[in-house]
């Protein structure tokens, strides 16, 4: 059995997260997604506008996935350890990068095969939420 893994915030959930999600569990035949706890986004300089129990039951809801477990940290190779997934699904915005190929010879050394998707042109939760603070007449980084 293969088993995939991907994480990420999943706030303000759209087109691009479902994408990467269906096109994802393609690839394994059990896709484990990490969701990232709120105090991590805001270790990251960010604030989710869904609060994280929302958005682990939205991804935990989705057909494409198996399984939704909290992301406490950064490491991700630790965590594909200790779910026993070989392959990591990750958007194709750290491709070619210094810090993403020294990450592919630790996970390669690990037997974890990196996955690069690429991320859907036009959408994102940052631009939706600087949309959503717009048509509220908001400035941006006010809540």
């Known amino acids: 059995m ?3 893994y991907t994480a990420g915030v999943f706030d303000l959930f759209h087109i691009g997260h479902l994408t990467l999600l269906k096109n994802a569990k ?5 896709l ?5 706890v709120d105090e991590l986004v805001t270790y990251k300089g960010k ?11 939205i991804v935990r809801s ?31 915005d750290w491709y070619g ?3 993403w190929r020294e990450y592919e010879k630790e996970f390669a050394e690990a037997g974890v095969r990196i996955v690069y998707f690429p991320y859907t042109r036009g959408v994102s939760s940052t ?3 600087k949309a959503l603070a717009a048509v509220r ?7």
Not at 32 to 36: H, R
Not at 47 to 57: L, Q, V
Not at 71 to 86: E, H, I, R, W
């Open 2 to 4: 293969t088993i995939g």
């Open 26 to 30: 393609g690839l394994c035949d059990k």
């Open 32 to 36: 484990i997604v990490g969701v990232t």
């Open 47 to 57: 604030h989710a506008i869904i609060p994280f129990s929302d958005r682990i039951e």
């Open 62 to 92: 989705i057909r494409y996935v198996d399984a939704a477990v909290p992301q406490y940290d950064m490491d991700k190779l630790t965590m594909c350890k200790k779910l026993g997934a070989s392959i990591l699904f990750v958007g194709d």
């Open 97 to 99: 990068t210094d810090k």
């Open 127 to 129: 631009q939706v939420s």
């Open 137 to 143: 007449g908001e400035t941006e980084g006010a809540k």
